[in-house]
């Protein structure tokens, strides 16, 4: 016969009910009887462990559930949102006559060259493009602003539509020691009546009188040095015989016709 | 500088031209040469 304490526990529990009908033994049996009262308070707490358990999964279930459909309403919110914003925004850019380009819009500027540096009105441009910023503003605003929200005078790279708006001898480059240039204008561009003012702009074309050294070019490669490193780079580019008034003139207002969108 | 009374705003996007290469399959026929 196996030894009790060989069977699996359940099974010595059994075996135990089968000895206490056979054999008078219940005065062995004071520390099992304990035991047993200690197991079957520990079943009812499990019991009841259990049950709050189910319940606590039922509720996880509602939960989860209702956060799935909070979600859908709020995604469908956004997306009716989204679409209420959308005609709004149309709406707004007809009535305040807002219009989009996919290329850049030119227009003609000024910059006067001093020693080693070509300067716009306020600012040297160490390269021939800049990203304008207005001093009122915070970061990640609409610059430049627009509707008189700053200024005077109003932030953002200017320039203006023709050359004849400029002073006499401006257009033709005949005075000193400045540059005239056609400027590429994108991001957001605000159109005046006489020119622009813009949020980046860079240089595609570039007439310069200084020292008695005349450029006139369109090539990329030397604008970059003409504003890298203006009095050097005159010297070396110098074209005298293509860069008479009439020829800057034409090469600007050229320059300037090129890529239109309309 | 003054130019002018503000007219409008204009919002340029420049816009990425992909120019990805075609290959153009030659479908032609080679010409048998006639010998007289």
Sequence with gaps: MPRVGSQPSSKAWEMLQVYRERYPIDHLLGQVDSLERSIQRREARHHAIRRRLESLEKELSAATAELDAVAQEIAGSRTAGALLIEDIIDRVRQENDERWSPIPIRGFRVWRIESEAVW?????????????????????????????????????????????FF????????????????V?????????????????ASVVALAIHHRGHRVVTDRASEIEALFRTPASAIERLENNDVSGPNEARALLERSQKEDKWT | ??????????????????????QVEDDRQPVESKKD
């Design chain 2, 1 to 22: 500088m003054d130019i002018g009374k503000e007219l409008r705003v204009i919002v340029v996007e420049e816009e990425e031209v992909l120019v990805e290469p075609v």
């Design chain 1, 184 to 200: 590429a204008l994108a991001g957001k561009v605000v159109e005046h009546e006489l020119g622009y003012r813009a949020q980046r």
């Design chain 1, 120 to 164: 716009g009105n306020q600012l040297s441009w160490p390269e021939p493009r800049l990203e304008s910023r207005c001093l009122r503003s915070v970061p990640g605003e609409d610059i430049p602003h627009s509707l008189g929200r700053c200024g005077p005078p109003a932030c953002g790279i200017y320039a203006l539509k023709d050359l004849d």
């Design chain 1, 167 to 182: 002073p006499a001898g401006v257009a033709s480059c005949e005075m000193r020691d400045m540059a005239v240039g056609v």
